[in-house]
């Protein structure tokens, strides 16, 4: 199957709110009001842990049904720990990024243990966001001036 590029782009409104556009969807982002932003979305690390929790949840959906049984539903909580100090320049003894993610995923389903073993083992490896999270992915910045 031939790669597939994803592509999004935005601009900053102003030195914690962006916007942008995945094609012709518009997405806020912007810090709480205690990390000096206007809350009018969420972060950028919230949006870490919801595009996770999307990718979950289609994954769930795709593999239950490769495996025959009903998945009625799934709930998905997922929390992140990250040490903000690095992000403000203040120490960078701990890494900018979550130190860890967990996830707890409650499937609505009448499959066995056995089962749901081999299901949430198959969505952890299948599921593009929880590869980008846990492999290196290469990333280049390039700066382009106006």
Sequence with gaps: ??????????????ATKTIVKARHFEIVIDEPADLGGADAGP?????????????????AHVVAKEMNFELRGVEIDLSGDLNPARLFGLSYDDRAGYKQIVVRIKPDCDADEATLAKWAEAIENRCPVSDNLQHPTPVKIEVRKK
């Design 43 to 59: 972060n950028p690390v919230e949006y870490v842990l919801a595009a996770f929790a999307g990718c979950l949840n289609v994954m």
């Design 1 to 14: 199957m031939a790669d597939i590029k994803f592509r999004v782009k935005a601009h900053g409104e102003n």
